[in-house]
């Protein structure tokens, strides 16, 4: 075992005990996150208005707390980076995560308190190492760099006391330094705001070095990897960094480019480690290789409520941990001491296990298909895809679907709009497979698909490679956490997809 896994291993030991102790009392955890919170938000303008002071069971703070989005809390977000204190947490907001969501144009702007930078932001990346090392005790992860992707934009000064830019932004900022000594590329490289620029000044820098670890969203980082290949003139990246071992990956489903990294690392060692985070929090940290079920952090002044998806226009059937159930497809709902309140994040999650609470992320609020009544899920398309691509060869680098409406008498229809990777030597084969496999997963959609009563079969266009990321280009979203957006219930993604001239 190398010493320095060894080392760490010892030094993680009472956290990783911590993360114990939460799988086997999650409700007490839970419950004592929510009383902490309560006492610091009673002294704030928010906790008074709802009167948190004295508040001590979740039914109370269910009836007299609201639950929020972005929309309605927007605000009061507003109104912290102008310096008001004492709003939502106690004293001023400092930083606040600037994310545009996956299709709004308008920039959103998540408040980060001080407590929520170590508690929760910080916290999280040390976990997911604690975690690695602890399922791969002789792994040489240590004795290199981390390479990480962020996002472009800098710090900006917001009023008087306030910051604003990416996560990993302010991530960077806040960072000790003996954990940014394992980070590369250097913050003036990461922080450059033009992708192409960037990915340029990764390979000189990082090309060359002991690098064994990598991060972020598996699409933006394929398109990093791909050009460090270029550069080098190499066949894969092992040839490049033959001791990587580790991609620490969020914000999509990492199934349909499995096969793709699988060529890029052609190697067992290469390990896989799925993340939910996201500027609002981080939630959940895959801890079974290779399950793709990630457990549900509960210690992190986070705490949590799930409201069933069919129950969208009824808030007051959110229910806490003690109340969610396996298969079910819930709202996330969190309480934090980011200075959230009930704030629904438009993510939607399916626990796999309650004991331990494990989860899958399955898609978007308002991210579905269901112009036909046939309700698809992300998660349930991605599933499809992955099959599809095992069963034909295919690599798929990126996809949207959106509907077909009924017109003129014909029936309704999917249309898959796909950026190939690796084509299928037979595209309807390929197709077929999608739609064999969703009516599996889906008794709704093969319902509308029996016979071709509602809903004739997928329709499929084939774009030319770069097609998606020049969307993402042409709509501002480009590098860091964005993403195209898998299912919509309307046409307008897939329209502006259609319109790029490459």
Known sequence: MPLSTTLANIAFAPRHAA????????????QRQLDWLLRCGAATRYGREYGMEGMRTVEQFQQRVPVVDYESAGELFLRARAGEGDLLWPGKVRWFAKSSGTTSAVSK??????????????????????TYLHNYPRSKVLSGKLLTLGGSKKIEKEGETAFSGD????????????????????????????????IDAICRSTVGREVTSFAGVPS??????????????RANVLEVWPHMELFVHGGV???????????????????????????EGFFSIEDVPGSGDMLLLLDYGQFYEFLPVDSLDDRSKAVPLEGVRTGVNYALIVTSCNGLWRYMLGDTVCFTSTSPHRIRVTGR???????????????????????????????????????VYMSGGAKGAHQWVIEFAAPPPDPQAFMDEVDRNLQELNSDYRAKRFRDTTLVGPLLTVVPAGTFMAWLAAQGKVGGQNKVPRLSNDRTIVEQILKIEL
Not at 220 to 233: C, D, E, S
Not at 254 to 279: C, I, Q, V
Request: hydrophobic share 40%.
């Open 19 to 30: 993360i114990a102790r939460f799988m086997r009392d999650p409700f007490g955890v839970q």
């Open 109 to 130: 702007y998540i408040p980060v308190t001080q407590e929520g930078l170590h508690r929760i932001h910080l916290q999280g990346p040390r976990d997911v190492m604690i």
């Open 167 to 198: 996560l990993s932004a302010i991530l960077i900022e806040n960072t000790p330094r003996w954990a940014s000594r394992r980070r590369c590329p250097p913050p003036e490289v990461a922080l450059i705001p033009d992708f192409e620029q960037k």
């Open 220 to 233: 933006w980082n394929l398109v990093m990897l791909r050009r460090i290949l270029q550069y080098t003139g």
């Open 253 to 279: 489903n990492f199934a349909p480019y499995k096969a793709e990294y699988d060529r890029l690392f052609p190697s067992e060692a290469m390990h896989y480690m799925d993340t939910y985070n996201a500027s």
């Open 365 to 403: 609020t308002k991210h579905y298909i269901n112009a036909f009544g046939e309700e698809v899920m992300i998660d349930n398309a991605e599933k499809a895809v992955a099959a599809a691509a095992r069963a034909t060869g295919a690599r798929v680098a990126e996809y949207t679907v959106a509907p």
